[in-house]
C-alpha cells in the first residue's frame, strides 16, 4: 500500500538512524502496533 507524506517522512528518518533494513522493520513494527498512524493511504471502496 503507498505511504502518505508522513508515512515517508517517518521511514525515511527511522532508516537513517537504525539503517535500512533495521529502520523498515522498525517503521512497520510500529505501525503494527499503531504507535504511528496516518502513514499508508486509504483504499477507496468500489460500488458494485
Known sequence: MPL????????????????????EDVFYASQQKKTITGTHLKRKK???
Open 4 to 23: 502518505t507524506r508522513k508515512g515517508h517522512k517517518i521511514k525515511k528518518a527511522m532508516e537513517e538512524q537504525y539503517g535500512k533494513e533495521k529502520g
Open 46 to 48: 468500489k460500488h458494485g
